[in-house]
């Protein structure tokens, strides 16, 4: 199937855009452009959103509600939260919009087979912009099967654009409703049996010489979402040499349990949780997958990454969204102070950066 204004696939040819994709399937349609190993999908675009969000009614219901609301007014946020979602879950998406998205998604399936699961995951138009860090804060859904579960979890992810702490951090930044809009990642599941996120600087300091690797078990929402510790490994960017390392519990891991169709999380043995979680040769190719990123973007990246179980060993390193680093790229670059002599100042000399802290987000 061809790309349309409604839907767009990773590998349909057409430029990116962040207005259309979403920061999310704008960075996944690149990725692939750029010949990285992205597992297959398509974008339901922001048109599709925009026209749904019309021809409903809800837009002009929603400027109504968020009329005057006070962002410190925690129960009245809830409770128009909750109005808005309910209202994106439940009309009707129009139907050619509707029929588009089902063809796109039996498209897809015709790439395998047998029939495979699907991530379902949200892509603000503001979402992983340097200015205006969305990450986290939208929503994402694994394990999916069969298209009415898909077509439900876009509503899900359209509706989670109206959450409370998103319509709250809107607020409180000044980030208009207006224009405001949403595209939905609809891409083949990986089944990971490890995975991570790979920046490439030192997050503790910001030192661009280095990649900082978090690896553990399993699906890697548990790492991104802090539910587990993972083992986090810090090595020489030109020579890949293993500069400091630290093994994390990894107690815990969510896989696929197939009979019940969705991810269960499982406790991970005790062997297992002593030893890292990637090879020599894994963490290696997890550095260089980074680099890549880092090298088509021209500015230091978060990686997130899996390794499939379904995939043999040298093919199975896939790379699933890379965005640019915000909080050490983003600071202004500081020109060196002057040097000043301690018998002018009364003090030692003073130059050189102070670094803020940075927090891995989803």
Request: with cysteine; charged share 20%; hydrophobic share 40%.
């Amino acid at each position: 199937m061809e790309s349309t204004d409604y839907v767009q696939f990773f590998d349909g040819g057409i430029e990116p855009t962040l207005a259309a994709l979403g920061g999310k399937g704008a960075s996944l349609v690149t990725m692939t452009a750029a010949g990285m190993p992205v597992p297959p999908g398509f974008v339901v675009t922001t048109a599709q959103f925009d026209a749904f969000m019309a021809e409903s009614g809800i837009t002009r219901r929603v400027h109504a509600l968020l009329a005057g609301l006070d962002p410190e007014d925690v129960a009245q946020v809830d409770t128009v939260s909750a109005r808005i979602r309910a209202d994106i879950e439940s009309c009707p998406v129009p139907a050619e919009a509707r029929a588009q998205t089902v063809t796109a998604y039996a498209a897809l399936q015709s790439r395998f087979d047998a029939p495979v699961p699907v991530a379902v995951r949200s892509s603000a138009t503001a979402e992983d912009l340097p200015e205006a860090s969305f990450a986290g804060q939208q929503d994402t859904y694994l394990w999916l099967e069969g298209f009415d579960a898909v077509g439900e979890h876009i509503r899900k992810c359209w509706a989670s654009l109206y959450t409370s702490r998103a319509i709250t951090y809107r607020l409180k930044n000044n980030i208009p409703n207006e224009g405001l809009s949403m595209a939905v990642v609809v891409q083949k599941m990986v089944n990971a049996k490890s995975s991570g996120v790979a920046m490439t600087l030192d997050p503790a300091n910001g030192d661009r010489s280095k990649i900082t690797i978090e690896a553990s078990y399993g699906v890697g929402e548990m790492v991104v979402s802090g539910q587990v510790t993972p083992d986090n490994i810090v090595l020489d960017k030109v020579t890949l040499a293993l500069v400091a390392e630290h093994l994390g519990d990894k107690q815990a891991e969510l896989v696929p349990d197939p009979g019940a169709r969705r991810l269960v999380e499982r406790e991970v043995d005790a062997e297992r949780r002593a030893r890292r979680c990637l090879t020599d040769a894994q963490l290696a190719a997890v550095a260089m997958l980074a680099k890549r990123a880092e090298k088509h973007y021209r500015c230091p990246q978060d990686v997130e990454w899996a390794l499939d179980a379904d995939l043999p060993e040298g093919e199975n390193l896939l790379l699933l969204q890379a965005r640019p680093e915000t909080v050490h790229s983003a600071k202004p670059k500081t020109a060196p102070q002057p040097v000043v002599s301690t018998t002018a100042a009364g003090g030692p000399a003073a130059s050189g950066f102070s670094w803020g802290s940075i927090k891995l987000t989803a």
